[in-house]
């Protein structure tokens, strides 16, 4: 039996939901919806683990949950990567270097990092669900003889939808990776796979005793995904899975992201498969 | 080009028929090779094959009045291009071209539906194979209707 992920992160700084104003680095467009903030770090040592997430407040506005998107092994800057869609990411998508933001944060739980050593590492995302994985991706790649077989598998809405395209271009070309794309939607020149990401799953061998799955992206597709994983012998007990709900405190006060016993801000937002699976048609409230 | 039962065992879709048949099937078979933008089939014309691609990628496609030729969906090792063969009438409902080169082995509808009439112990496995198939890619454009990364 697998160990549970992480148990739920308990904020370490003093004032847990009082922000840090911090400066934007840098910002890089990556499609025309989606965007990367680099910033300062909040506070000297500040860490994160991947799968975890901080709340950004862009004054005036409101506040939005996002995940880590960096190097988790860089404590000299955080990186966020965003996709355009409120009111709160629009203004965030606005901040140029030298801005000002609040920040607060790591909450939430993370990807299952130590029980990754040794296994096979198959991650399978869709949309912008590759963001919180991408710290996982840097981390096995940095430091890839610890691990086994590793293969991402990520779908993405139509070609010039597909963030950190230039990443997986580079990816592509490791001989100890093994990483392919799917769009819904191709577009001239696409010369890749056409179809939902599940589609990739019978171009892969997978090993289900030595495998873990990570899944990120809309619910409905990681649902849809663990069920492939599941007929090709892999135990939801080895599948892991990131929510997205309506997380706003970030400290399991508001209760906007309870999910049945859970909150999604403390006990999630990674879930190991089947201690979820229960409330996964919940609608969101 | 003929095949071997070997080649044909070697196939997912073949591996739930009855061993006995994949010598059976050998004998229909052809392993025919797949050149980038050949088309194995073009909608509204007699669907006079299966394929059980080996290698390479097919794009299944249709033809949109204002945006030009639309994959759909690509297959590729391990999957089967076309239905169509089975149903009447008979013709096919996409195009599909091969998108990167590659490996396939192709049926004669006529001698297929043949066999699958003449041979219910391997039409219904067959079938149910086909059914499975076609589950797939149900769920899959359902999924798809969903547009799911907007």
Redesign the interface.
């Known amino acids: 039996m697998t160990a549970p992920p992480t148990s739920p992160a308990t904020p370490v700084w003093s004032q847990p939901l009082a922000p840090t104003v911090v400066a934007v680095r840098q910002r890089r467009v990556e499609t025309a919806d989606t965007f990367t903030l680099v910033l300062d770090p909040p506070r000297p040592g500040f860490a994160f683990q991947p799968g975890q997430f901080n709340i950004l407040y862009t004054f005036g506005v409101g506040e939005v949950p996002i995940s880590f998107s960096g190097d988790a092994e860089d404590a000299s800057q955080i990186v966020h990567t965003i996709r355009a869609v409120g009111s709160v990411t629009h203004a965030l998508a606005r901040l140029e270097p030298g801005a000002r933001l609040g920040v607060r944060g790591p909450y939430g739980t993370a990807w299952p990092m130590a029980e990754l050593l040794g296994r096979d590492v198959l991650l399978i995302t869709g949309g912008l669900g590759n963001a919180p994985l991408r710290p996982v991706a840097l981390h096995i790649l940095k430091h890839r003889q610890r691990y086994g077989q590793f293969t991402w598998l990520h779908g993405a809405r139509s070609p010039s939808n597909l963030v950190f395209a230039a990443e997986y271009d580079e990816w592509q070309q490791r001989p100890d990776a093994e990483v392919l794309l799917t769009v819904d939607q191709a577009e001239p020149g696409w010369t890749g796979h056409v179809g939902l990401v599940t589609s990739l799953l019978q171009n892969v061998r997978i090993d289900p005793a030595r495998t873990v799955a990570l899944l990120c992206g809309p619910e409905i597709m990681m649902r849809f995904t663990q069920r492939e994983l599941a007929r090709r012998g892999v135990p939801e007990q080895q599948v892991y899975v990131s929510l997205e709900r309506n997380m706003q405190c970030a400290v399991a006060l508001c209760g906007h992201c309870q999910l049945g016993p859970s909150f999604v801000c403390l006990n999630g937002a990674v879930y190991r498969f089947d201690q979820i699976r229960a409330h996964l048609l919940t609608p969101e409230a | 080009m003929t095949t071997t039962p070997a080649v044909l065992a070697s196939h997912p879709f073949l591996a739930a028929l009855p061993g006995t048949w994949a010598e059976h099937l050998a004998a229909g078979a052809t392993l025919m090779p797949l050149q980038p933008d050949a088309y194995l089939a073009r909608e509204g014309e007699a669907a006079e094959s299966f394929y059980l691609i080996r290698s390479g990628?097919v794009?299944i496609e249709l033809q949109h009045p204002l945006r030009g030729t639309?994959?759909?969906?690509?297959v590729?090792?391990?999957?089967v291009v076309g239905w169509s063969w089975l149903i009447p009438p008979h013709t096919w409902q996409f195009d599909a071209r091969v998108?990167?080169a590659g490996e396939a082995l192709a049926f004669e509808a006529v001698w297929l539906r043949a066999q699958l009439d003449a041979h219910p112990d391997v039409a219904v496995p067959a079938l149910k194979e086909m059914l499975h198939v076609l589950a797939g890619r149900l769920?899959?454009t359902r999924?798809?209707c969903?547009?799911?990364?907007?």
Do not use: F, I, K, S
């Not at chain 2, 639309?70 to 690509?74: A, F, G, N």
């Not at chain 2, 590729?76 to 999957?79: L, T, V």
């Not at chain 2, 969903?146 to 907007?150: F, Q």
């Open positions: 990628r794009a639309v994959p759909v969906q690509t590729g090792p391990g999957e998108v990167t769920a899959a999924l798809h969903l547009d799911l990364y907007r």
